[in-house]
């Protein structure tokens, strides 16, 4: 019976890549975001029992972390970008000195394990960052991300 099913799920993803591929726009089906979302999308029916199974695998906690496997955004750049839309002027303060609860709670939120490391980053990269009062806080979370995960020795994001 596993068997028969298991042929089942990969005919209809065989057909499903062969008809035109993936969609890349991030629709997903019932069965949520996942490795069953890249593979059978927004299918109708009994496809999304499949498709939420192969989202057990643990692929879709990968996923949702990451940003990837049509989870978006990230734990990590959703986490920043909440923390920037509440904390953005004392985060703005905190970063120009290159320390302070902001910053540490930022190098919390993306698990840096070098957290003097994350105040000095935001402090050298501050005019990259707060480039103006008019920039976006999507700008201000993307270059904070940016600056956090371009420097392996900061461990942001790592187990």
Request: proline content about 3%; glycine content about 16%.
């Amino acid at each position: 019976m596993r068997l028969a099913l298991a042929l089942a799920a990969l005919s209809i993803a065989t057909t499903a890549l062969a008809e035109g591929g993936i969609k890349g726009n991030g629709v997903y089906g019932t069965a949520g975001c996942g490795l069953g979302s890249l593979v059978f999308g927004n299918q109708p029916g009994g496809v999304q029992i499949v498709a939420a199974t192969l989202n057990g695998t643990g692929v879709q906690t990968f996923g949702i972390t990451t940003g990837t496997s049509n989870c978006a955004p990230g734990a990590f750049a959703q986490g920043t970008k909440n923390f920037v839309d509440a904390n953005r002027e004392v985060l703005a303060k905190d970063a120009a000195r290159g320390q302070g609860e902001s910053v540490g709670a930022l190098a919390v939120i993306n698990q840096c394990k070098d957290l003097k490391g994350v105040g000095a980053a935001l402090q050298r990269d501050y005019a990259l960052i707060f480039p103006s009062e008019k920039a976006s806080n999507e700008d201000v979370t993307n270059q904070i991300l940016k600056t956090l995960h371009a420097d392996p020795s900061l461990g942001c994001g790592q187990s």
